[in-house]
């Protein structure tokens, strides 16, 4: 995969994060997996993320806010 396939641009769930006043901490605490600042800044930021770390954000997401949001709501890419 070549670099520039990598990096999708900002991501709706940045969006998210401002319409909740949510920070990058805020779900790394809201979550019960091992999800990391580091995560959640390239979730935002648009670099490419495995499924599986898609999916800690995401759950960690739908905790903080007590929404049930889905992947294409945060992501504008598959993994």
Do not use: C, I, W
Not at 21 to 35: C, F, H, I, M
Not at 54 to 62: E, P, Q
């Amino acid at each position: 995969m070549n670099e520039a396939t990598r990096d999708h641009g900002p991501q709706p769930l940045a969006a998210l994060l401002e319409r909740h006043e949510l920070s990058p901490t805020d779900l790394v605490r809201a979550s019960s997996e091992q999800l990391t600042h580091k995560m959640v800044a390239r979730a935002s930021k648009g670099r490419h993320l495995t499924g599986n770390t898609m999916g800690k954000v995401l759950r960690a997401l739908n905790a903080a806010t007590q929404s049930t949001y889905d992947l294409p709501d945060l992501f504008n890419y598959k993994p």
